[in-house]
Every structure is written in C-alpha cells, then in structure tokens.
C-alpha cells in the first residue's frame, strides 16, 4: 500500500507543479526600478551640480571682463585729465609770461594805473580759466565710479 500512496502522492505534486503559475521574484524587479529610479536622480543631481559649476565660472569670468573694463577705462579718464591739466599747465605759463610782456615789457604802457588795468584783465582771464579747468576736470572725474 505503500508503493500505490506514494505514486498517487507523487502525482499530486506533479499535477501542482504544473498547473501552478511561475513566481517572479518582486523583490528583484523592485530592487532594479529602485535602481533605475536612483540612478536617474544621480544623474539630475550632477546635471545640476554641473550647471552650478557652469554659472559660477562664467560669473567669475565675466567679472574678470568686467573689471578690466573698468579699469582700461579708469585709466583712459586718468590720462585724459592728465592731458588736459598738462594743457592748461602750459596754457597758463603762456599766459604768464605774455602778461609779463604786455605789462612790463611793453613801451605803450607808460603809467602805473596802466599796468594795473592790464594786470586785472589778466587776472580776470586766468580766474576764468581756472574755473573752466576746475568744471572740465571735475566732468572728467565724476566719470570715475
């Protein structure tokens, strides 16, 4: 009787087997979508990282350009008001000394009062070149920032 339990037992699992549906682990699928899942935010975090990168060298570049500019034009304003006060510099020893020769020099001015009178037309005239120089210059330098 044994022999004959044994068969209609072994032909049990034998039908059970194949009539059953093959399992699919869950675990593994799940573990590879969590993957997947991971590995794309990897990547959108380093995109992003990336892109910090990016911006904070063309910021950092950009300011470079930026201050160069800054400085060839500072120093383009510098010479200019250095050219322009050399000017005036001269201008002014020209008007100098021909207020030397029209006043002591000149044969036609034979009176005191004279000489006075051109003296205060001199005097007049470098006032107002000093206070030209002093607005031209503070144009030139209000464009300093």
Do not use: C
């Not at 160069?68 to 201008?91: F, G, M, P």
């Amino acid at each position: 009787m044994e022999d004959h339990t044994d068969k209609h037992n072994i032909g049990k699992g034998i039908q059970n087997i194949s009539r059953s549906k093959p399992k699919i682990s869950t675990d593994v699928v799940d573990f590879s979508r969590t993957e997947v899942i991971q590995k794309k935010y990897w990547v959108i975090v380093i995109a992003l990282l990336t892109l910090q990168v990016l911006l904070t060298i063309y910021q950092v570049v950009d300011d470079r350009f930026y201050q160069a500019r800054e400085e060839a034009y500072r120093k383009s304003v510098i010479q200019s008001v250095q050219t322009y006060t050399k000017n005036v510099d001269s201008l002014t020893l020209k008007m100098l000394d021909d207020y030397k020769k029209d006043v002591y020099n000149n044969s036609k001015i034979d009176s005191t009062s004279k000489q006075q009178v051109m003296g205060n037309e001199y005097n007049f005239n470098a006032i107002m070149l000093l206070i030209k120089q002093n607005s031209r210059m503070m144009e030139m330098l209000s464009q300093l920032r």
